[in-house]
T-cell receptor, first 115, second 112 residues
Framework: DGGITQSPKYLFRKEGQNVTLSCEQNLNHDAMYWYRQDPGQGLRLIYYSQIVNDFQKGDIAEGYSVSREKKESFPLTVTSAQKNPTAFYLC??????????????FGQGTRLTVV | QKEVEQNSGPLSVPEGAIASLNCTYSDRGSQSFFWYRQYSGKSPELIMSIYSNGDKEDGRFTAQLNKASQYVSLLIRDSQPSDSATYLCAVNENTGFQKLVFGTGTRLLVSP
């Protein structure tokens, strides 16, 4: 089955720890995105990538880092510099990075909680 | 940052009625619009995309686009309790890299 797989589904982080959220897609999509969702709020863009070894900061990139070493993988690291990381993290992908008329599909999400 | 506005709701409708969800956007250059459904605790699921002015129908769902008024809507006919969810409007920001900007969503409650 083609799709986007995020892991883990739930993640608990201690203060001062870095944690990495996994996102893998087998749709052969060019573009990949990370969004953050807080209760009662819309999705806010953290980072996005159009091709391997290239990625751009979104609207709330501070305290996060990403890599895109393979087309199918776009992991997100939440660093200790992110002061309020508790949120629902969503990974998405689109077939083309430069076409408007391309639908985005989401993984199942990772719920991160600071303990 | 371009803006996408939605009424947070909740919008309450009885089973079998038509639910009307609305979205306005600020970027006049936007050409592509998407509606997602999100159940509580789950990820967004694409319902419809619309690229041209007018109506686009898919089963019980109809998306309506009016670029002159910068307005896009979603109609759900014969609403079912299973339609109870938050509906997110997404607008493609027409820059070099096509980014999606999301509204905060409208919560829909369909009562039996």
């Amino acid at each position: 089955d083609g799709g986007i797989t995020q892991s883990p589904k739930y993640l608990f982080r201690k203060e001062g720890q870095n944690v990495t959220l996994s996102c893998e897609q087998n749709l052969n999509h060019d573009a990949m995105y990370w969004y953050r969702q807080d209760p009662g709020q819309g999705l806010r863009l953290i980072y996005y990538s159009q091709i391997v070894n290239d990625f751009q900061k979104g609207d709330i990139a501070e305290g996060y880092s990403v890599s895109r070493e393979k087309k199918e993988s776009f992991p997100l690291t939440v660093t200790s510099a992110q002061k309020n990381p508790t949120a629902f993290y969503l990974c998405a992908s689109r077939l083309f990075w430069d076409s408007q008329n391309t639908e985005a599909f989401f993984g199942q999400g990772t719920r991160l909680t600071v303990v | 940052q371009k803006e996408v506005e939605q009424n947070s709701g909740p919008l309450s409708v009885p089973e079998g009625a038509i639910a009307s969800l609305n979205c306005t956007y600020s970027d006049r250059g936007s050409q592509s619009f998407f509606w997602y459904r999100q159940y509580s605790g789950k990820s967004p699921e694409l319902i419809m995309s619309i690229y041209s002015n007018g109506d686009k129908e898919d089963g019980r769902f109809t998306a309506q686009l009016n670029k002159a008024s910068q307005y896009v809507s979603l109609l759900i006919r014969d609403s079912q309790p299973s339609d109870s969810a938050t509906y997110l409007c997404a607008v493609n920001e027409n820059t070099g890299f096509q980014k999606l900007v999301f509204g905060t969503g409208t919560r829909l409650l369909v009562s039996p």
